[in-house]
């Protein structure tokens, strides 16, 4: 997984712009009733989804705009927080309660989380690292810890 080759590390906007910048992308989402906000995967183009997960010490629902592509039935995020260094809110969430759903253009999808490993792992992140056009590797370097690659898979509706 090559990089640019640059002597500095990636520059990255301040951590209110990033904050403010996913809030808004919300209240788009909210304000039009779900008509903009997300988006399905082009080429070379991540794809826009709404995670809902709940908060595993309040029990209240929660929902996330992320970026996503696909791999067959399942959607793969990143569980990067912005590229800061603790893990977002959401991924801690889904590692208490894997069991969700998922909003996508025109659908709603029950899905169930999970970390790829091994060569899974190595696989999705090549297929990310070419969105960010090699630089994946640098922001990454950016955190104290490894960034999970989440799976979503397809999940039944009713786990019963």
């Known amino acids: 997984m090559g990089g640019t080759g640059r002597s500095t590390p990636p520059r990255l906007p301040p951590r209110w712009f990033i904050r403010m910048f996913w809030a808004g ?48 039935p399942n959607l793969v995020t990143l569980a990067m927080n912005g590229w800061g260094d603790p893990p977002p809110a959401w991924w801690l969430n889904l590692q208490a309660g894997p069991q969700t759903t998922v909003d996508l253009p025109g659908e709603e999808r029950a899905v169930r989380g999970r970390v790829a490993q091994g060569d899974e792992r190595e696989r999705l992140w090549a297929r990310y690292a070419e969105l960010f056009e090699g630089d994946l590797d640098e922001y990454a370097a950016m955190r104290s810890r490894e960034t999970p690659v989440v799976v979503l898979e397809p999940a039944a509706s009713d786990p019963s």
Do not use: C, N, Q
Not at 33 to 38: D, K, M, P, T, V
């Open 25 to 72: 992308h919300r209240a788009v989402f909210r304000g039009t009733g779900g008509r903009l906000g997300l988006a399905r995967p082009k080429p070379g183009k991540a794809g826009l989804m709404r995670l809902r997960t709940v908060g595993r010490r309040s029990g209240d629902p929660h929902a996330v705009m992320l970026a996503y592509i696909e791999d067959g």
